[in-house]
């Protein structure tokens, strides 16, 4: 009898674990996402940055909720490219601080590249970030 209790637990907490698991995990969105909050959208792929945390990038996610766009309200929203609070949309691509920006981390990844490989990545014009 007492065994029995005891799987029927062990049955629950599988099932209860599982099913938080389902509930929680979060799916990156497939390749070729468009940051869509400037004139010329870049495009951005989950499959490159695979091996960084979600939260690398999504810093404010609590792993569980829902993963918000960098320029919702009261995030990253001011479109101003010379604005140089957290606000500013341009600076949280492209600035360096504690946290890595598009350009802060291509930049450090580029170190260890060739020349046209770290041009690819890091430049304004003609780049992967915009082509
Ligand atoms: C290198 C940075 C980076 C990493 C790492 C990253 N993402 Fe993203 N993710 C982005 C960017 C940039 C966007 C586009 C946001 C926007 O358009 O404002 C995005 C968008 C999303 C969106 C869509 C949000 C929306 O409302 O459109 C989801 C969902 C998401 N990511 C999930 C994940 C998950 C899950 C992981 C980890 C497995 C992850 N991301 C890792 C940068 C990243
Ligand atoms: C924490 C580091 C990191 C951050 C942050 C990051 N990247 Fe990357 N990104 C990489 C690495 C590493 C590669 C792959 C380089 C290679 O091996 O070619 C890459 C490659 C790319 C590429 C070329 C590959 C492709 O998918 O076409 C684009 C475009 C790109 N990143 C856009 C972005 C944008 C836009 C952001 C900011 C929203 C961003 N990245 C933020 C590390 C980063």
Known sequence: MKKTLFMSLICAAIVCAFGLATLYAADAPADGLKMEATKNPVV????????????????TWDGAGAIQKCSDKGCHDNMDKKDKSVHAYYKA??????????????????????KDAKKALTSCKKSKCHP
């Open 93 to 114: 691509m492209h600035g360096k601080g504690k946290l890595s920006t598009c350009v802060s981390c291509h930049k450090d990844v580029a170190k260890a590249m060739d």
């Open 44 to 59: 951005f792929n989950h499959s490159a940055h695979k091996k960084y945390d979600c939260k690398e990038c999504h810093h």
